[in-house]
């Protein structure tokens, strides 16, 4: 590990102008007066803000006279981005006209610093300095342990257990259903509470939470989706209010059922349909609850007059507005694997060919970093698109005419990776083992973060999603995450949503969407347990069939 965190750490200074501001303020000399010439951290102009600088590095100034060391040691000080005040050790030379400092200890890592040049800095012959001002830098990863080292398995048990706190802890009361993210109080999000039953599912199976408690919860949700929420054509919005049932509005013309966001909720309660197998007459209500709400799914109703192509919304007053089409290759093979596989309206061969698939034109077939990309956009796109639909979705050994499954989420992975190593932007702390890009919170807003679209920000469920793909990769980036970023990421619900090092913005969100995933592909990593569960589906196994798709496990 230190043999690797020493590599990140020469990786970590400021390698372009992306993000960079103006160091500009200290003012504009007099002439005749005593000025700061220059002032530099470990060599470099502070001019620009430096990054990555060592935990004990080396400040010097350069003075056009010699100065009065008293007025040096008072005035010239550093701060941290609290205003605190770090102890400095001071030497001189030239004259006392170079002044070098250097903190007297080991200061923060990922932080901020000030270093500031007072007016009241005076020169040996009582001049004061002309071009007072400040300088800023920031510092570079400290690469000690900030948890105790345990084993990997205990690791992946601490990372399901609190981020199933979101869901289990912070899930809206009186629907039990997920929260959007740790702020939207009752508005809670369908495809988030698809991911969290999963979770719920997976976390029981570990003996994280009781069986029982687990079906009583997810119980609870059914009940409210059946006998609460509106659904347009058997499909639930995108956003409900979690205390009556209530659509709320995810955009102007997004009012209506969103088939998408209701595919991720049908995988989320299949799987629990096929836990939840015994033969007490509360899970044999809980099968029934489930299936009620699967077969009211009207698939056909969404090609909008028997197009062959399904579309994403349809709203009661507003029609067809949205008028987006669920085509290849994104994040929603799941609804055409649902669509196929329904029991009471299933969708035929050409709507899969002509709409998701294009009829190919969701082919790629190129190199990128050394990995065949089946699929996709050049790089491949957000990581989430190997991720929600495949959740539940087995793709090892899957293939049909267009793809091997396998090989398109691992190489998608890999070339996320290998994106991130290469840097092409140049962004501040990307590597190895920093890496992950996926829609996620950024700074001001929400961005599908991938390398055709990459604002710097690392998104930890992209990597960690990816462990069951790219295991050994993945699992060093989370050790990397948990013991040496730990301090800065590892909060009460898990890792935070993002983070970008650029700036050293950290969120102080955590969504659904983000935290799901991660405990359900750890959970297939560890053991294959939702794959397991959502294979054995019999609807499945014929839909996929009926689409072409061939593996071991149809």
């Not at 960079?20 to 007066?33: A, E, F, R």
């Not at 629907?175 to 993210?181: D, F, K, P, T």
């Not at 995933?517 to 499945?540: A, D, H, K, Q």
Request: some cysteine; hydrophobic content about 35%.
């Amino acid at each position: 590990m230190s043999l690797i965190v020493r590599s990140i750490l020469l990786a970590l200074f400021f390698l372009s102008s992306c993000g960079k501001k103006k160091n500009d303020s200290l003012t504009k000399p007099v002439d005749g007066d005593m000025q700061a010439r220059s002032v530099t951290v470990e060599g470099i102009d502070m001019l620009s803000i430096p990054r990555g600088i060592k935990l004990q590095p080396t400040f010097r100034v350069v003075f056009t006279s010699p100065v009065n060391r008293s007025s040096i040691e008072q005035y010239l000080q550093l701060t941290d981005s609290k205003g605190r005040k770090i102890e400095l050790n001071y030497t001189f030379d030239s004259s006392d006209s170079i002044v070098s400092m250097k903190p007297s200890t080991k200061i923060p890592g990922l932080d901020s610093f000030h270093l500031s040049l007072g007016s009241s800095i005076r020169s040996v012959s009582g001049q004061n300095l002309s071009n007072p001002g400040e300088r800023i830098y920031m510092s570079g990863i400290d690469s000690a342990d900030k948890y105790p080292r345990i084993t990997d398995e205990a690791l992946l048990d601490s990372i399901q257990r609190r981020s199933l706190a979101f869901f289990w802890e912070f899930g809206h009361p009186v629907s039990g259903m997920a929260r959007e993210r740790n702020s939207s109080g009752d508005i809670v999000t369908t495809g988030g509470t698809g991911f969290g039953i999963m979770a719920m599912v997976a976390c029981a199976n570990r003996g994280l939470i009781s069986r029982t408690e687990t079906r009583d919860r997810i119980t609870k949700i059914v009940r409210f989706l059946r006998d609460r929420c509106i659904s347009y054509h058997g499909a639930f919005a995108h956003w409900i209010n979690g205390s009556n049932g209530s659509t709320i509005p995810f955009s102007a013309n997004d009012n209506g059922g969103d088939l998408v966001e209701t595919s991720y909720l049908l995988a989320g309660l299949l799987t629990a349909r096929q836990y939840f197998s015994g033969s007490d007459q509360a899970e044999i209500a809980l099968r029934d609850q489930i299936n009620a709400i699967w077969d009211g799914v009207e698939w056909n109703w969404f090609r909008q007059n028997q197009q062959d192509v399904l579309y994403w919304h349809w709203s009661a007053d507003l029609g067809w507005a949205m008028n987006m089409k669920v085509q290849g290759w994104n994040e929603a093979l799941i609804v055409y694997a649902l669509a196929a596989s329904s029991n009471a309206d299933p969708i035929s061969l050409p709507v899969y060919q002509n709409g998701w698939a294009g009829n190919g034109a969701m082919r790629n077939g190129q190199i990128y970093f050394g990995q065949t990309l089946p699929l996709g956009p050049p790089n491949g796109g957000p990581l989430f698109w190997s991720h929600y639909s495949f959740l539940g979705i087995d793709p090892n050994g899957l293939y049909d005419t267009y793809a091997d499954y396998g090989l398109q989420v691992k190489s998608h992975s890999k070339i996320n990776r290998s994106y991130c190593m290469a840097n092409p932007q140049g962004h501040f702390g990307y590597s190895g083992l920093c890496w992950g890009l996926t829609a996620s919170d950024v700074p001001g807003g929400y961005n599908a973060n991938e390398p055709g679209n990459d604002p710097g920000v690392i998104s930890p469920t992209a990597a960690l999603s990816s462990l069951a793909y790219t295991p050994k990769e993945s699992m060093e980036t989370l050790r990397f995450f948990y013991y040496t970023l730990g301090d800065k990421l590892w909060k009460p619900y898990g890792f935070i949503d993002a983070f970008r090092l650029n700036d050293l913005w950290f969120a102080d969100s955590f969504l659904a969407i983000d935290q799901g995933p991660i405990i359900v592909m750890i959970e297939n990593y560890r053991t294959g347990l939702i794959w397991n569960l959502f294979m054995s589906c019999p609807e499945i196994k014929r839909g996929l069939r009926n689409l072409g798709f061939q593996g071991p496990r149809l």
